[in-house]
């Protein structure tokens, strides 16, 4: 069974750090781009950013770029976002998700996603 | 960036009726659409990918259509499970936006 599990959000300041991390199994992780889509309390999903299967190339949304940092670890089946410099806007649930899809036939689509994890910052 | 807009941003219907939600894309996408269910406090849920491709487990009453900038999520007849907000994602170019959501309540 495929499973994703983020952790790392909580309370923060603006100006602050945060480093969330999704756990995956019961998949070949190592054989799958992953995202991070966000969701502000109450409003819609918005996607943050993506990578490769090996880690190489990364892209971000413009409103995170130069402050949040994309990575992966395959050996221990692990995603991380790297929040630094977090403003009020930021709050919201972050959603680690498996894309899969081929772009040619099928295009890119999340069939997995874990169940979240909140930020706040807040001071 | 490719921005999408859903129509209507919220719709009331019965058990039982036919529902259509329209996505507009801001150019083309070609067949590059999908649609996702949320249900409140939960994550989004794959329904359709590639404009029309049913994901697996996802029941035969979604179905979706539409090529280039128009698309269509329709519900052939609705579940009282089905009550939720829908959200369309385009995967053309990055960054993969969503729709701004159709919240769908029961009448």
């Known amino acids: 069974e495929v499973q994703l599990g983020e952790s790392g959000g909580g309370l923060v300041q603006p100006g602050g750090s945060l480093r969330l991390s999704c756990a995956a199994s019961g998949f070949t992780f190592s054989g799958y781009w992953m995202h991070w889509v966000r969701q502000a309390p109450g409003k819609g999903l918005v996607w943050v950013s993506r990578?490769?299967?090996?880690?190489?190339?990364?892209t971000y949304a413009d409103s995170v770029t130069g402050r949040f940092t994309i990575s992966r670890d395959n050996a221990k089946n692990t995603l991380y976002l790297q929040m630094n410099s977090l403003r009020a806007e930021d709050t919201a649930v972050y959603y680690c998700?498996?894309?899969?899809?081929?772009?040619?036939?099928?295009?890119?689509?999340?069939?997995?996603w874990g169940q979240g994890t909140l930020v706040t910052v807040s001071s | 960036d490719i921005h999408l807009t859903q129509s209507p941003s919220s719709l009331s219907a019965s058990v039982g009726d036919r529902v259509t939600i329209t996505c507009r894309a801001s150019?083309?996408?070609?067949?590059?659409l999908n649609w996702y269910q949320q249900k409140l406090g939960k994550a989004p849920n794959l329904l359709i990918y590639?404009?029309?491709s049913l994901q697996s487990g996802v029941p035969s009453r979604f179905s979706g259509s539409g090529s280039g900038t128009d698309f269509t999520l329709t519900i052939s007849s609705l579940q009282p499970e089905d009550f939720a907000t829908y959200y369309c994602q385009q995967s053309y170019s990055t960054p993969f936006t969503f729709g701004q959501g159709t919240r769908l309540e029961i009448k």
């Open positions: 998700a498996r894309v899969s899809g081929i772009y040619d036939t099928s295009g890119y689509y999340v069939d997995y």
């Open positions: 590639a404009a029309s």
């Open positions: 990578i490769n299967s090996d880690g190489s190339s990364t």
């Open positions: 150019q083309s996408i070609r067949f590059y």
